[in-house]
């Protein structure tokens, strides 16, 4: 299968990204039925005493459901799905999840936090294609050389881990060298937006903080709100949580008591994705977002979410040719 044919049944643009501790087999199957490729971290799939593992028991559940939709909805399928996997030295479960990502043929594997040939390999032979995500040219390169078969940039203002270039500069050279699928993700979070990632030269926008204020997200009711009253402004960049610098909400850490100006830096060699766990559960009442927020300003559905990034998106893509035509017309 052509690496692009696997996102042809999207109604938008748009890859939902996994949210760590909160995307869910609910919340999947509702942005895959609404057309946008959902996902889920395979860490969120905790682990228990059960017998097949929870990933597995999350897989057949994703599965399953969508193939009912799609027999009793031959004429609007739904998008296939996604599985992050966090590719760190430090989880030990990655060969194990791998195995079960593999015999349950997951459609679109998404890698963090390194790049390595076998996951690569792994996907392609049960049929599927790999994103890695980068946050900078170098890293990009290196993900291709290794096999992925797309990129997710992650740009300035994307939430939980993050980048600190800009989305333009950073599409543009990835762009000189590189013509496969190629995300988007740093505050998307209207349809707007999505067209604007487009316009500058990604396939698909990666959208993630907007999805975490939708009833189907395992997040608690006072995240929720925070992401619904607060914007821009109100987002630190730091690595002082897990070691890697990512983007949080302001006031979450202040109400762990700390002071937000005044973080220390930290290394990657505080992140352990041990059993998966990280060390980052002691800051479980941290919570990440993007620099997008503020167009968050209501807890909605993920249906009503990607109706809206629809619509919006519709909108701006007929103003746009209707002022290339003016732009057009007054040049002639």
């Known amino acids: 299968m052509n690496n692009m044919e696997i996102f042809g049944r999207l109604s938008l643009p748009m890859v939902a990204s996994p949210l760590f501790l909160i995307s869910n087999p609910k919340m999947v199957v509702a942005q895959c039925k609404a057309g946008v490729v959902g996902s889920f971290p395979a860490l969120n799939a905790r682990e228990d005493e059960g017998d097949p593992p929870a990933l597995d028991h999350w897989l057949r559940h994703i599965t399953e459901e969508l193939d009912r939709h799609n027999q009793e909805n031959p004429d609007h399928p739904a998008a296939p799905f996604a599985v992050n996997q966090i590719v760190h030295r430090s989880n030990l479960r990655l060969d194990r999840d791998l195995e079960i990502c593999h015999r349950w043929k997951v459609p679109i594997w998404i890698t963090s936090l390194g790049a390595r ?24 390169r290196k993900a291709i050389e290794k096999g992925a078969d797309g990129l997710v940039a992650v740009a300035a203002g994307a939430g939980g881990h993050a980048g600190q270039q800009s989305p333009f500069a950073l599409i543009q050279e990835i762009r000189e060298w590189f013509d496969g699928p190629l995300l988007l993700s740093g505050a998307i979070a209207t349809g707007r937006a999505l067209l604007a990632a487009q316009a500058m030269g990604a396939d698909y926008g990666y959208v993630g903080s907007a999805f975490i204020a939708t009833h189907e997200a395992n997040a608690q009711d006072e995240y929720k709100d925070m992401i619904v009253g607060h914007g821009a402004e109100d987002i630190v960049y730091t690595s002082y949580f897990t070691g890697v ?88």
């Open 245 to 332: 610098p990512g983007n949080y909400l302001k006031p979450s850490i202040e109400a762990q008591g700390l002071d937000s100006a005044e973080l220390p830096e930290r290394d990657s060699s505080a992140m352990n994705f041990s059993s998966g766990s990280s060390k980052a559960k002691n800051w479980k009442d941290i919570w990440g977002a993007g620099q997008g927020i503020g167009a968050v300003k209501e807890c909605s559905s993920v249906a009503d979410l990607v109706a809206r990034f629809e619509r919006e998106y519709r909108e701006a893509l007929s103003k746009i040719k209707e002022k290339t035509q003016t732009f057009e017309g007054g040049n002639q």
């Open 117 to 140: 040939e076998e996951v690569n390999v792994a996907a392609h032979d049960c049929g599927g294609v790999t994103l890695h995500d980068v946050i900078n040219n170098k890293f990009a």
